[in-house]
């Protein structure tokens, strides 16, 4: 894990659940370095006094992402991407979100993947700089993933 505990983005995470909540949110985040030259995988724990239902939590995620050009949501459970990779945004500046609900504990597990030398950084300039700029927001960043999905 790359700072488990005092994470210095979970501020920001918290700020923005807590907005989007109307109350206060408290959350766990643990980001994860793995033996890969790129890429984040980071899980996120969120204990909450009543655990939405599934179909729920996807139309949140939908409401949420589902206009983006850079965010997919992986769904399928039995196919060979159940969860978010990192070697499945290798080389593009996508994020890969996906979660589980864990009814023993009120938890919803959120997991995301990122090319940490695209998305994480250069690709999020490059975009940032379209939309300031007035042009495509996916101009220059439109390359697939390395890694077939």
Do not use: C
């Not at 996120?44 to 239902?53: D, I, N, Q, S, T």
């Amino acid at each position: 894990p790359d700072e488990p505990v005092h994470h210095r983005h979970i501020a920001e995470i918290e700020q923005e659940l807590s907005r989007l909540a109307g109350r206060q949110v408290k959350v766990a985040f643990t980001p994860h370095a793995v033996d890969l030259v790129r890429g984040i995988f980071a899980t996120g724990h969120v204990y909450v006094e009543k655990l939405p239902a599934e179909a729920d939590m996807w139309k949140y995620f939908r409401a949420l992402y589902g206009d983006s050009k850079f965010i997919r949501i992986i769904r399928d459970r039995l196919g060979m991407a159940r969860y978010p990779n990192v070697k499945y945004v290798l080389g593009s500046n996508l994020v890969d979100i996906g979660f589980e609900l864990d009814p023993r504990l009120n938890r919803v597990v959120t997991f995301s993947a990122i090319d940490n030398l695209v998305r994480g950084a250069s690709g999020q300039a490059v975009q940032a700089f379209n939309v300031a700029m007035g042009f495509p927001e996916d101009e220059g960043l439109r390359q697939i993933p390395l890694a077939p999905v």
